[in-house]
């Protein structure tokens, strides 16, 4: 899987909206970009995925650049709850062979401020 | 309602001993996993299963023996316990062949003393 890097903190206003950035420049085509969190003390919680369309679900959106080596994931209107480790993972999909496993970086610690 | 859970929550045992963490998933999943996320909060595959066959093994002691009774089911068996077994361990849980997102158990807090 390839590697990604991403800032180990950033700070958000509360209904505001919060943009975290990703860089995963070795990414190979058969990779899809991954974003889960992890709300402190709880599991992961997969948010979005995505290959090389932008996507958007109920949770957030996900913009991947046209050469897919950088995406961005945007939470529209940050609130307090929203405050995680927030993982941007590429990874195959659905390859047994691969195991399907997630490779966990060490991700943005989001604060979300009031 | 809840669809991965581990039991127990929390687990505080000493070292030597041998412990089990249960985990059950209620989606219809094909895949589950085991993760570790030690005391720095690095999340780290440990296990695959996909239709109880194992897929994934990535260099656990052979302490740590994984057990998948059926699609629903993948329990963690761990013997000789030691101080660097202390860490949450997660279960999670896949569709590969559909959505590949994994679904993640609420985690179990294993305390070797």
């Known amino acids: 899987d390839a590697k990604t890097t991403q800032p180990p903190s950033m700070d958000c206003a509360e209904g505001r909206a919060a943009n975290l950035p990703c860089n995963h420049s070795t990414i190979s085509g058969n990779e899809y970009v991954y974003w889960y969190r992890q709300i402190h003390s709880q599991g992961p919680q997969y948010i979005i995925h995505g290959l090389k369309n932008n996507e958007t679900n109920e949770m957030a959106s996900l913009i991947i650049t046209e050469d897919r080596k950088s995406s961005t994931l945007i939470l529209p209107h940050a609130t307090l709850r929203d405050t995680a480790v927030y993982y941007c993972?590429?990874?195959?999909?659905?390859?047994?062979?691969?195991?399907?496993?997630?490779?966990f970086g060490g991700g943005t610690r989001v604060l979300v401020k009031p | 309602d809840t669809a991965v859970s581990q039991t127990p929550k929390y687990l505080v045992t000493q070292m030597g001993n041998d412990k089990s963490i249960k985990c059950e998933q209620n989606?219809?999943?094909?895949?589950m996993y085991w993760y570790k996320q030690d005391s720095k909060k690095f999340l780290k595959i440990m296990f695959s299963y996909n239709n109880k066959e194992l897929i994934i093994n990535e260099t656990v002691p052979n302490r740590f023996s994984p057990k998948s009774p059926d699609k629903a089911h993948l329990n963690l068996h761990i013997n000789s316990l030691e101080l660097g077994d202390s860490a949450v361990y997660f279960c999670a849980s896949s569709q590969e062949d559909i959505s590949s997102e994994q679904y993640f158990g609420p985690g179990t807090r294993l305390t070797v003393t």
């Open positions: 989606l219809g999943h094909d895949t």
């Open positions: 993972i590429v990874r195959v999909r659905g390859i047994k062979a691969a195991g399907n496993k997630l490779t």
